[in-house]
């Protein structure tokens, strides 16, 4: 399993920091918690930046990297603000 750690805006919708997956890619992951938290953090997972253990991943490219057991996830949504 994984380690997802959400960030700003899905911590306060979501009311969790972290959890636990077992998620095999990004795109499954996001998946998986618009199934579990609704259309309430769907609007933050539409242009989310992902970091798979460092790395950052965006785009069609980055909604396909696999996600290893033991990986560490963190979800930051976009925010617009001046």
Request: aromatic share 4%.
């Amino acid at each position: 399993m994984a380690t997802v750690k959400l960030h700003t805006l899905l911590v306060k919708q979501t009311g969790i920091r972290d959890y636990r997956s077992s998620a095999g890619t990004v795109s499954e992951l996001l998946d998986e918690l618009k199934e579990k938290h609704g259309d309430s953090i769907e609007r933050y997972l539409k242009n989310c930046i992902v970091i798979v253990d460092g790395r950052k991943y965006e785009g069609e490219k980055g909604m396909r990297k696999k996600i290893k057991p033991g990986s560490e996830v963190s979800i930051f949504p976009r925010v617009a603000g001046g």
